[in-house]
């Protein structure tokens, strides 16, 4: 069993900058892929970046140039630097991961392949 757990949302005005971050226990590994996915209001959810079990990244194009994903494998810690926030980019973002999953495009990002959620952390995004 993993375990996940999200920090770092907040409010912030446009243009300006966030992190998040994603700490993981449990019965991890370093083979395992992780994610980032948020959920807009009344929306569905939608996964955004990744690091696939090979350590290659992935980007949605919705956030693509503007959000970077890192982990930090010694303390098990998954990250989400965020800049040039938009409004567009308020909702909850969830942390998952998946054993030995490779991220290659939009299809592979999809939260039925990801067993393991964090509960969340809001992030608002003002104009």
């Known amino acids: 069993e993993v375990q996940l757990v999200e920090s770092g949302g907040g409010s912030v005005q446009a243009g300006g900058s966030l992190i998040l971050s994603c700490t993981a226990s449990g019965d991890t590994d370093s083979q395992m892929c992780m994610a980032w996915f948020r959920q807009r209001r009344g929306q569905e959810r939608e996964g955004i970046a990744a690091?696939?079990?090979?350590?290659?990244?992935f980007y949605a194009d919705s956030v693509k140039g503007r959000f970077t994903i890192s982990q930090d494998n010694a303390k098990k810690i998954l990250y989400l630097q965020m800049n040039s926030l938009k409004p567009d980019d308020s909702a909850i973002y969830f942390c998952a991961a998946a054993a030995r999953w490779w991220v290659r495009g939009p299809n592979d990002l999809l939260p039925e392949l990801f067993g393991y959620w964090g509960q969340g952390t809001e992030v608002t995004v003002s104009s």
């Open positions: 690091i696939g079990s090979d350590g290659r990244m």
